[in-house]
């Protein structure tokens, strides 16, 4: 493929100082080498420029003829860290290597995507160009979650109607009860357990040519280490988002082209991940899953490989899921209940940007703290320090003015670095906390409108029935199956309830905790100074 | 003089929502009123826009009939609080009202610069225009210090000399002692004292025509209050400043056009005039000056009258006052004399711009905290309390998270008020203090240069004698008189050491105090904030 020529399809502003090249969008590219790794081309522009760009922000422009290149390097790689056929680490879409979309179809790399379910073909293809758009410019923006298509609507309605028959293993299914007051929750079906996220290290391969993070996670059930990378969460990720259209699946940290390598982004990116396993082992249907147990636990390389083709080729995902549910056989009130589920879908509507804002702060402060306020303290403390140098050509010998100035210049240079460091205490960890909630807060619609659809196709049923077009029996059978809907709904609403009541709560009592540190340090660094004038 | 042509001398921009008329230098402007207080006059511009202008800023450009208008309004306005024959409150120079130049020579107005000493009246003339040329952009720059002109050099030429002989009342007496080391010291001729400054009051009189504001002073000595206006001080000012050419005296609080009324204002001015009034009153020379000691005593209006044309009439002023230092008769060692003077010079000229920047940071966190880091408080409150008011549309009628984070808001909507009102407890008093520092070190080359002078007259004098010029005896009189000079700059310079010592340390003591007693404040608002999660 070497050799071609590519269009630009995306504006790319390569980084100063470094190898990579800025593209815009349009321009054409000549390709020298298409596997320079992480998902990077080497080439040059029609000004002679030559550097690095993402492969995903190109397109081949001739109808080439096809090469086994792609093929052959993903061969060449297969066998080293559990990367089996999908290999690149790039973390704008997992499979976006530069492959002529000609050649797309017939490579032989499996897309896993691909591999789960033909008919989500085009619709996976069209997420796969989704998250290819510039993620990097604006990287806080969620993942668009798309499990919620026509396809899934069509399934619903399979469901709904008992169309489709679909056993289900005992393993699999999920049981839903109802407390004291009458209200659902998912039934946990086990000991509780949580799983630790430590030690990112980084490894390479292929001579260094490529580079990656290995996190080690270690349940408390079994105390046995795993190791993942990000691509692997990643891939995790799709197979909960396929599986669970009635959960909303808590985002991962943001994807980041440049800088995945720097030590505190490294440190930041664990405690997030550490978040969302924290959200999974909390969950009492996501913490049961076999594809989540496989992740967590599985450590021999052929196990993973298996797990991980009977994971993608799970056909008991989506709407047909809600065959795996278990719960209460009453009928629940239609009107009571859309009422609730009304309110509850404004509740969130309201949450939503709330959230946003409250995310946007947390991290526009942790911002603030590393370099305006750290700037300002330090200024002060420049300012002190400089009195204390001039002053001292003409102390008399005495020099205790002098002294006590400069202990005072570097008590407020050292709270300048307190603000450097405090962020990633309590401004860091609460943006983190509240990016899980701002990614379940925007995942939350798409499940409640299961729910609305199903109300509708009862009333569809209804008006059939009374047109004795329909049986009532096939009605009574379908608005039992949109009550497993609501009460799936219902279980979800409780679990978020109490993961407020319970984590928002720790979250933000831990925030004040720290806060409350460091202000006591900034006044023990200023009693400092204070005594250097009495001393 | 109303309807008379006026030329505008400088630009001055009207503050928009007021009554006054931007004009800009080289303008024709027409009068309609002069006389509307405060120095200030009404008129209108060639494109027909009226509005009030300061007087000071315009010159009229017709030689019109000397009308008695100007008199007749000092006339009227005598006999208002102790205004005799100087009645204009405008801060922006004190004699500015609109008086054309052809009048100004006949005009019974009594200018008390011009009453001082014949010669120098053009000097301060000269003074006076530059004192009216916009202070108000750049409000922050201490005033030009006149007292070193030419003639103030040929003063010292006839002291150096001893061709002007001054008789010096026993009362008028400066000492200067040598302490153990042989340091030079101006010696303390009474108790020391202090003299408090309170209750600014706002007064008004023309019907409410003119306001100004009234400072109680009482000195400790006799416990007896005195009222003065700013424009006292200001007069006051001019007296020590003339009087005094070897003590820099320490700047009044910068002049002010607008927003003199507010009560913010009207507070920190009355702490400006404190720190003016705590260094004179800790001044051993200043602090038994006759003129001061008439400022700080005066109740009676017609004592103060008399008192102050006394003190305009004194001739026992500038070069000439170093007649009235009375000090140890052995002569200083020329060459250390030199080095000590040249390295104070030095330390001085580094210590202005430190000073300035010092000042610069005070006056910039001041602001900082009521502006920008109460907002950024407040702003974090708000999402606090956007988040629990979000959550209780949901709380489940247990609302416990919901209070605990509307009480974060409050708590950090607090702190934000603290951050409001801290600066005048922390940056502001220490602003002030460097204020009067900053005026200090910028008057004290000019100290400085009578010294360097009275030294290079002693080396042409030298010359003079070896080439048998001059008698020996002359110039070992002129060697004793650069000796009074040398010894007086090394007085003050030891009086300023001190100062620093004592009260540079005290004021950043005071700062560290309150700073702690703030951070504290926002860890008890923080530690209210956390309980609300325990309750």
Not at 2 to 21: I, K, M, N, P
Not at 72 to 94: P, T
Not at 102 to 116: G, V
Not at 179 to 190: N, Q
Request: net charge negative.
């Amino acid at each position: 493929m070497e050799g071609h020529q590519v269009r630009a399809l995306y504006d790319f502003a390569g980084e100063s100082g470094t190898a990579e090249l800025s593209i815009t969008a349009g321009e054409l590219l000549t390709v020298i080498r298409d596997n320079v790794g992480d998902g990077w081309c080497e080439g040059f522009n029609q000004s002679g420029q030559s550097g690095l760009f993402p492969a995903a922000y190109v397109q081949v422009v001739e109808q080439a003829a096809i090469s086994s290149n792609t093929v052959a390097l993903s061969q060449q790689s297969s066998g080293d860290y559990w990367d089996d056929d999908w290999d690149d680490d790039s973390e704008v879409g997992q499979t976006q290597a530069y492959v002529p979309p000609t050649q797309q179809q017939q490579s032989q790399i499996i897309l896993p995507q691909q591999n789960s379910a033909s008919e989500y073909g085009d619709q996976v293809s069209m997420h796969t160009i989704h998250s290819v758009i510039p993620d990097r410019p604006i990287p806080n923006v969620p993942k668009k979650n798309n499990k919620f298509s026509t396809l899934i609507k069509s399934g619903e309605d399979s469901f709904l109607m008992g169309t489709r028959i679909v056993t289900v293993p005992e393993s699999e299914k999920i049981f839903i009860e109802e407390d004291e007051v009458g209200r659902c929750k998912w039934m946990p079906t086990g000991e509780s357990y949580s799983c630790v996220v430590t030690s990112p290290k980084k490894e390479s391969k292929l001579k260094g040519l490529k580079s990656f993070i290995v996190y080690q996670l270690t349940p408390t059930f079994n105390n046995i280490q795993v190791s993942r990378r990000y691509k692997h969460f990643d891939w995790l990720h799709e197979r909960l988002e396929e599986k669970y259209c009635f959960i909303p699946i808590p985002p991962l940290p943001d994807k980041q082209i440049s800088g995945r390598y720097e030590n505190a982004f490294i440190e930041h990116r664990r405690t997030q991940l550490q978040e969302f396993v924290d959200y999974v082992c909390r969950h009492p249907v996501l913490s049961r899953s076999r594809v989540w147990e496989h992740f967590i636990t599985c450590t021999d390389e052929k196990r993973w490989k298996a797990g991980k083709r009977q994971a993608e080729k799970d056909e008991l995902l989506g709407v047909n899921y809600f065959n795996a549910i278990q719960c209460p056989d009453t009928s629940l009130d239609i009107i009571k209940m859309e009422i609730q589920t009304d309110a509850f879908g404004k509740f969130i509507s309201g949450l939503d940007p709330i959230v946003k804002n409250f995310m946007a702060v947390a991290v526009d402060q942790a911002r603030k703290h590393q370099v305006l306020y750290k700037r300002e303290f330090q200024k002060i403390g420049q300012s002190f320090t400089s009195l204390g140098h001039a002053l001292e050509a003409d102390d008399n010998g005495r020099g205790k003015l002098t002294r006590a100035l400069k202990a005072t210049g570097d008590a407020y240079n050292d709270i300048g670095k307190l603000y450097e460091d405090q962020p990633k205490f309590d401004w860091e960890p609460l943006a983190d906390k509240f990016h899980i909630y701002r990614g379940i807060i925007s995942n939350f619609p798409d499940v409640i409108s299961i729910h609305k659809s199903a109300v509708q196709k009862r009333k569809d049923c209804d008006r059939l029935v009374s047109e004795h077009k329909m049986e009532p029996q096939q009605l009574r059978e379908l608005s039992h199956r949109t009550d497993v809907i609501a009460r799936a709904l219902i279980a979800e609403e409780t679990h978020f309830q109490t993961e407020r009541e319970v984590h928002i709560n720790k979250a933000v009592k831990t925030h004040l905790r720290e806060q409350i540190t460091f202000y006591q340090k900034i006044v023990d660094k200023l009693q400092e100074a204070l005594n250097a004038f009495d001393e």
